[in-house]
């Protein structure tokens, strides 16, 4: 690449990209770039292709041959009445690309498509903060919220988050998790974000729907809900 503006954004989607080459090579990507324990099975991967709630995106060099630099994966609640709080699952670039800025400009870019469809996009994050954890994990927590903070998002205060996933470990629970938010300055009412739980604990992780930990969630939080900068936690010694 000879700059950061000779990338583009494209869309993976329908069934026959699943046999894409283009689509082959971000498979290949998502195991080079996302830790095995994170990862869903491919099959499910391709089966999003086709879901109308969700979006697969590519970053590709514009130069050359439209090499892929990185990709990400965003859900994105139907259009209805209230404010849509979009969902990003992944989110990563070509490990032999990373810090040139890539990873950035495809947020940046991911979030602006997301707006333009209506949605705000949100993200969760492991908390660095989370007691017990090794120190090596600790950093890599604090890289990942410097990153967003780079970026402008902000992070919803005195949401103590419950990552709806069963660990195949029973004395190994979930990650302690943030919510993070791409427009912090943005009114967000309580009710909206119970909406947007809601559909990402049924459409995400295939919860019950009327899940009682969303309303356990959403119930010490203001409204509106309060969202501060990054650098409240950098402030906490935790993201600097």
């Known amino acids: 690449m000879s700059s950061r503006s000779s990338a583009v954004l494209v869309r993976y989607a329908g069934a026959e990209a699943a046999h894409s080459p283009a689509f082959r090579a971000l498979l290949a990507l998502y195991h080079a770039a996302i830790p095995a324990r994170e990862r869903h099975p491919d099959a ?3 089966g999003l292709l086709t879901r109308d709630d969700c979006r697969i995106w590519g970053l590709k060099d514009a130069d050359a041959d439209g090499a ?12 209805s009445g209230g404010q849509r709080l979009a969902l990003l699952e992944y989110t990563a670039v070509d490990p032999a690309r990373r810090g040139g800025g890539l990873g950035g400009m495809l947020l940046a870019a991911v979030a602006e498509a997301t707006l333009a469809e209506g949605a705000r996009l949100l993200a ?13 994990e600790r ?6 919220l410097r990153f967003y903070q780079r970026l402008g998002w902000g992070w919803i205060r005195d949401l103590d988050y419950v990552l709806p ?6 004395d190994t629970p979930p990650p302690a998790m943030i919510v993070l ?33 969303i309303a356990a969630m959403l119930l010490p939080l203001a409204d509106p809900v309060s969202v501060g900068p990054l650098s409240e936690l950098s402030a906490h010694g935790t993201a600097g």
């Open 44 to 46: 499910r991967i391709v």
């Open 68 to 79: 892929l630099l990185g990709f990400a994966i965003v859900y994105v609640p139907p259009v």
């Open 124 to 136: 969760e994050v492991e908390d660095p903060r989370e007691p017990g954890i090794a120190e090596d």
């Open 139 to 144: 950093a890599m927590r604090q890289r990942r």
């Open 165 to 170: 996933l069963v660990s195949a470990d029973p």
């Open 181 to 213: 938010d791409s427009q912090p300055e943005a009114p967000l009412r309580r009710a909206e974000l119970g909406v947007g739980f809601e559909l990402w604990f049924t459409q995400v992780y295939a919860c019950a729907p009327e899940d009682p930990r």
